[in-house]
Structures are given as C-alpha cells and as structure tokens.
C-alpha cells in the first residue's frame, strides 16, 4: 500500500494544525505513560527530555517518536501483537484489554502514526496487510489471514476445496478463541453455534471467519485506534 493514499486518507479526515506543545518526558519506564499523558490532539511537538539540554528539538522529536514508537509495540503493553509471518510487522491485539486504559492507548496510538505519516519522521517497523487496509477502508481478503494464522488458512482452504458432509458434520458458525489459556466460544452470527456448516453455506462460514479474526475479534480497539 503506497504511503501517498495513506497520506491522503489522513489528510481528509484530520486536518493539519499549526499549535504546538512541549512535553517533558523521562526515559525508561515513563517514557510512554509521560508522553500519552500529555499529548492531545494533532499538534506540533517539542520534546525536552530529563537530564538532556535540548537543544536540538527537531533531533528530539525524531528520537522521542522513534523511541515511543517501539514501546507501543513492546509485548510488556499487549497493545500489538507481531505477526505470523514477520516479526517486525503488527497486527492489534484482541487480547489488549488486560491493561485497563488500552482502548486510550490505542487512540493515541493511531494519532502518533498520524504524525509521523504526516511528518515523515521514521517507523522501524511495518502493520499487517490486513490493518493497513482497514486503515484505507480497502475489503479484506482471504489471502490477509495468511499474515496472522496460517494453519487457519490451510484448513479453510481445505473447506473450501473439498465436501465436507461426514467430515465436519458437528462444525457450527462458531470460532474458539482462546485468550490467555483460556478457550471461550464466539459465535460468528446470531446463534451460531446452533447452526451447522454445510456444503451449501460454507463459503458464508470462511467470510465469516476471516471477518472476526482480522476485524471483528479486534473491533474495539480497531476503532479507537482510527
């Protein structure tokens, strides 16, 4: 996905501004918890960090967002998870809601991709297909999942290819999701888990999969972060 449409996807839904704010941030630990107590909005930032004169501000922002932008994804906040495929790209995490202010988090989140897309300022890593397509509001496709859980992908393609009637004859439009260890039933549409999947409808039970694993499982957050 070209970094232009990106650009101008945000540029018409969040218009510039030219106020600014100077936060002061402690590194280490506080770095993330300081600067997301701070920040609102879209505004021009200054940053001034303990224990450093300063003087370079420009220089600052560029290391503070290079810096934050690392912590986001940092497994300790459970805020992203990495992908299957690559480790150095991010999908939201649907288990995030551990951490209590993690639907906050995420909309900062998505305000500081915003400026740095905005302000060029360097991203060392990448989001999944699938979320930068949400981000775009581009259609999902079946191929997306392969970034996230591809032994899913092998066994809906299976689905797909072959007759299922004797085979999955108790499989339902339902989907386990298991969330720290512990496995809890979803049910992919009203009352779904009382109704089987067949040869007839069971491209409606892929669509519906992929759905809830690149979105839906994640809405909440999706959201908060766009």
């Not at 191929?143 to 689905?159: A, F, H, K, P, R």
């Amino acid at each position: 996905i070209r970094l232009n449409n990106l650009l101008a996807s945000l540029e018409s839904r969040f218009p510039r501004s030219e106020n600014r704010i100077y936060i002061n941030v402690r590194q280490g630990n506080q770095l993330l918890s300081d600067s997301f107590d701070e920040i609102r909005g879209f505004k021009r930032l200054r940053i001034s960090s303990q224990g450093e004169a300063g003087i370079d501000a420009d220089g600052l922002t560029t290391e503070w967002y290079s810096m934050i932008m690392r912590e986001l994804v940092n497994p300790h906040y459970a805020l992203f998870k990495s992908a299957e495929d690559d480790q150095a790209s991010f999908h939201i995490n649907e288990s995030s809601f551990v951490n209590p202010e993690h639907l906050q988090y995420c909309h900062i989140a998505g305000r500081l991709l915003a400026k740095g897309v905005y302000d060029s300022l360097p991203l060392q890593f990448s989001f999944t297909r699938s979320l930068q397509k949400i981000m775009l509001g581009r259609p999902l496709l079946f191929s997306d999942l392969s970034e996230l859980d591809q032994t899913l992908v092998n066994s809906l393609t299976w689905i797909a290819d072959n007759e299922i009637a004797g085979v999955f004859d108790e499989m339902t439009f339902s989907i386990d999701h298991e969330v720290f260890g512990e496995r809890r039933q979803v049910d992919l549409k009203p009352n779904g888990s009382t109704i089987s999947v067949n040869d007839e409808n069971k491209f409606e039970y892929i669509r519906l999969v992929i759905s809830y694993r690149l979105y839906l499982s994640s809405k909440e957050q999706i959201d908060a972060f766009l």
